[in-house]
Structure formats: structure tokens, C-alpha cells
T-cell receptor
Framework: GAGVSQTPSNKVTEKGKYVELRCDPI?????LYWYRQSLGQGPEFLIY????????DSGLPNDRFFAVRPEGSVSTLKIQRTERGDSAVYLC????????????FGPGTRLTVT | AQSVSQHNHHVILSEAASLELGCNYS??????LFWYVQYPGQHLQLLLK??????LVKGIKGFEAEFIKSKFSFNLRKPSVQWSDTAEYFC????????????FGTGTRLKVLA
């Protein structure tokens, strides 16, 4: 079956611009996670959705970062006033609800802020 | 706070050598444990997982891991590596309730020489 998809695969933007990154989870997976992976590091948790609501946004670094999942499926991570330090690979993962299910990861979006 | 340590950042082995990658975590409660692999140009894939029961877990491609609760460790092993095992390996921990978000280690880059 189809896995988690993310678009775009690469995004280059100028400092100060606004970007949106999209994640399409596996069908039927109600749990959705965003992670950020900087060079040489493991992925770091950003935000978790259970259905449409953000159940845990404790990993968002500041208020320039925001994510939505209006219909409980596709999610968009939004970054305002991008900074060079935002350059990283942004990963999306989904999993089934109701237990310690493993997460399935997408290919990521590589964001470069120039 | 939870943390995960992977002490081997880069490992180089010849084909047929045995592999052991260390993973230690810091958390006082019950955890779920995972090893993920990222092959060059590909997304994170689950190698194996531990939720409960037998602490020796077998995964795909001949990998196994042993959960030693007293040492807070979940080391990954493979008796005989192949060139195709060249990849980056990540250990991850999640809680057994709540959001199940992952805390990742920094990863170990394995290079297998043919």
C-alpha cells in the first residue's frame, strides 16, 4: 500500500519568507507526527496530532512554527519568517491509534533557507 | 527528561564481520524501544521493536536487539554484516502511554566494506 508522502521533497527559500510543508499519512492512521532532523543529528519531535487536534506541540521551537490537520488526514507544517537555522529535513510519520504502534516515516522535505 | 545515547557515531566493518551498535536511554518509567535504519537516499524504516515480553527481539534482515532493563540498554546486533547494510541506524524510545512520541539517538553511520 501507499506509504507516507511528503511534498515538496526539496524547498529552497530566502530568509524571512513563509513556507508550507505537506504530509499525507497512511490511510487510516489517525496519529500524525512531525519531526525535524538537522545535519548529524537524530530526528527531534515537533508536534503530534490525534485526529484533527494537536495533542502535543511541545517540540515546536517558537511561535514561527505552526501545523494544522483540518480534516484529520493531510497535515501542513507552516513556518513564518524563516531563518537560516530552520534549514533541516522535516519528517512526517503516522501510526495507528490506540496503542504503542510503530511510526511509519515519509521521505522528508529538505528545507534550505538562504 | 528522556534522552537516548548512541555512542558509536561512525563504524566501519568488513563484510562478514559481526556488528553491535550501542543504545542507552535515560528514563525512569516503562518504555517502548525501536531501531530504525535509513539506507542512502531512502526514508527511515523500522528494523525491530520492543514493547514487552522476551527481551531478545528479532527483526528484519537478520538483525536482533536485546533489551537489558538494568542497564537501560537496547543494543543492536547482527552476526555477519553485508555490504548492503551500509546505512545510518537510529535508536528511538517512546513512552508506553500518552503521545508515544519518539526520542531518537544521534544515529550511527555504518559503512561495510566489500
Amino acid at each position: 500500500g501507499a506509504g507516507v508522502s511528503q511534498t515538496p521533497s526539496n524547498k529552497v527559500t530566502e530568509k524571512g519568507k513563509y513556507v508550507e510543508l505537506r504530509c499525507d499519512p497512511i490511510s487510516g492512521h489517525t496519529a500524525l507526527y512531525w519531526y525535524r532532523q538537522s545535519l548529524g543529528q537524530g530526528p527531534e519531535f515537533l508536534i503530534y496530532f490525534q485526529g484533527t487536534g494537536a495533542a502535543d506541540d511541545s517540540g515546536l521551537p517558537n511561535d514561527r512554527f505552526f501545523a494544522v490537520r483540518p480534516e484529520g488526514s493531510v497535515s501542513t507544517l507552516k513556518i513564518q519568517r524563516t531563518e537560516r537555522g530552520d534549514s533541516a529535513v522535516y519528517l512526517c510519520a503516522s501510526s495507528k491509534v490506540g496503542g504503542p504502534h510503530e511510526q511509519y516515516f515519509g521521505p522528508g522535505t529538505r528545507l534550505t533557507v538562504t | 527528561a528522556q534522552s537516548v545515547s548512541q555512542h558509536n557515531h561512525h563504524v566501519i566493518l568488513s563484510e562478514a564481520a559481526s556488528l553491535e551498535l550501542g543504545c542507552n536511554y535515560s528514563y525512569g518509567g516503562t518504555v517502548n524501544l525501536f531501531w530504525y535504519v535509513q539506507y542512502p537516499g531512502q526514508h527511515l524504516q523500522l528494523l525491530l521493536k520492543y514493547f514487552s515480553g522476551d527481551p531478545l527481539v528479532k527483526g528484519i534482515k537478520g538483525f536482533e536487539a536485546e533489551f537489558i532493563k538494568s542497564k537501560f540498554s537496547f543494543n543492536l546486533r547482527k552476526p555477519s554484516v553485508q555490504w548492503s547494510d551500509t546505512a545510518e541506524y537510529f535508536c528511538a524510545v517512546s513512552t508506553t502511554s500518552g503521545t508515544y512520541k519518539y526520542i531518537f539517538g544521534t544515529g550511527t553511520r555504518l559503512k561495510v566494506l566489500a
